[in-house]
């Protein structure tokens, strides 16, 4: 079973546990990292924990969502092997994946729908990545991690 892990600052909560839900009516392993209420919290923590989960191999994906999914987005990419992607509906949220070989998937609470977000989590999960000409392009994306 693959494993997906979610996580989220006070802003994202409602959509991180929707999210959750969704995946596992899926068949998905969700391992949730919190945060777990509406109580403010900071999204770099989240973040980093979704990315730290997905670049141990402790679960294949992830699901970021904090308010406008800048933040959490930055804060995943920080992560030595994560490619965190910010999408806004299924069209971005597959060419992540296709193009870039998105492993981490970003959402802002206030600025989509959560029907479109489990639209765009199911196409970037239906997605494969394409090589080819984007292979050298996600080795140099990676590189830059090691500077």
Request: hydrophobic share 40%; aromatic share 6%; proline share 1%.
């Amino acid at each position: 079973m693959t494993t997906i892990a979610v996580g989220c600052d006070h802003a994202g909560y409602n959509l991180k546990t929707h999210l959750a839900e969704h995946l596992k009516s899926l068949g998905y392993e969700v391992l949730d990292l919190g945060s777990y209420s509406a109580d403010r919290v900071d999204y770099p923590e989240y973040g980093a924990a979704v990315g730290r989960a997905v670049a141990s191999g402790e679960a294949k994906y992830g699901v970021c969502v904090c308010g406008s999914g800048v933040g959490i987005s930055i804060a995943a990419n920080k992560i030595s092997g994560v490619r965190a992607a910010l999408v806004s509906d299924a069209a971005s949220a597959e060419l992540s994946r296709q193009h870039n070989d998105a492993n981490v998937l970003c959402f802002g609470e206030r600025s989509i729908e959560f029907e479109v977000a489990e639209t765009a989590l199911e196409a970037w999960l239906n997605a494969e990545f394409e090589g080819g000409r984007h292979l050298a392009r996600v080795e140099k994306l990676n590189a830059l991690s090691e500077e």
